[in-house]
């Protein structure tokens, strides 16, 4: 990936994951209870041991993905960039705060059959990035 190209992505996923993990914060009665999760950027293919459920042999994280038992999300900035490519850094926002969202499905104990899980975390991720879309420059 080019220089500039890496730094465009890079500048999108930093800005997204402060504007949610602002969010967060500011919402009180969230965050006297909860941490906002942590929030990893790892290369494609990148191992992970334990921690998350099967992740016991070193299984690769195959997308962006968040981990209930250590409240992490995982970012894998060449699918990002797939995104960014094909539909505007706001595709981007949306997949973080899509992960975001399911963060705050886990520590509200929202727990949904599929896909009523993934469409119930679609639509917080967007009423999540509502308000910020004209701070992150970022459209439908």
């Given amino acids: ?10 500048k999108i996923i930093d800005e997204s994951t402060q504007y949610l ?38 299984d690769d994280v ?12 995982f970012l894998v900035p060449e699918e990002l960039k797939l995104f960014n490519d094909a539909f505007g850094p706001s595709s981007v926002t949306y997949v973080i705060a899509h992960e975001f969202s ?15 899980h993934e469409l119930q975390a679609d639509c917080l991720a967007g009423a999540l990035i509502q308000e910020g879309s004209k701070k992150l420059n970022i459209t439908r």
Wanted: aromatic share 8%.
């Fill in 1 to 10: 990936m080019p220089i500039s190209a890496k730094a465009e992505l890079d």
């Fill in 21 to 58: 993990m602002s969010n967060w914060l500011e919402d009180k009665a969230l965050s006297r209870k909860h941490y906002p999760p942590q929030v990893v950027s790892i290369p494609e293919g990148t191992k992970v041991y334990g921690g998350c459920g099967k992740y016991m042999v070193g």
């Fill in 62 to 73: 195959g997308g962006s993905s968040y981990c209930p038992p250590t409240h992490t999300i």
């Fill in 102 to 116: 399911h963060a705050l499905q886990d520590v509200l104990g929202f727990n949904l059959k599929a896909p009523n």
